[in-house]
Nanobody
Framework: QVQLVESGGGLVQPGGSLRLSCAVSGTIFRLYTMGWYRQAPGKQRELVATITSTGSTNYADSVKGRFTISRDNAKNTVYLQMNSLKPEDTAVYYC?????????WGQGTQVTVSS
């Protein structure tokens, strides 16, 4: 059974930082393209960042230069370092794993940016 478990969300002030983690079990993590998505209230889920099995990364324009996605294949974990957070980054953040037609999602972690 494949499981993706996110952690690291919370409340942070504008300009602050958070690091999200997603621990993956039940599959061969290193083969997967991993990603972070987010969904704000009343909005559709959107891509934040992805990282392939070879380490290539892709970012939404809205987070370029502020967020960094990385992975540790030894720990079966993908990270999202979020700096210079803005109120518009407030959302539930979801971890995603894809390999071919297989796709898995975590349960989500809330990130709230507010003073």
């Amino acid at each position: 059974q494949v499981q993706l478990v996110e952690s690291g969300g919370g409340l942070v002030q504008p300009g602050g930082s958070l690091r999200l983690s997603c621990a993956v079990s039940g599959t061969i993590f290193r083969l997967y393209t991993m990603g972070w998505y987010r969904q704000a209230p009343g909005k559709q889920r959107e891509l934040v960042a992805t990282i392939t099995s070879t380490g290539s990364t892709n970012y939404a324009d809205s987070v370029k230069g502020r967020f960094t996605i990385s992975r540790d294949n030894a720990k079966n974990t993908v990270y999202l370092q979020m700096n210079s957070l803005k109120p518009e980054d407030t959302a539930v953040y979801y971890c995603n794993g894809r390999l071919g037609i297989m796709e898995y999602w975590g349960q989500g972690t809330q990130v709230t940016v507010s003073s």
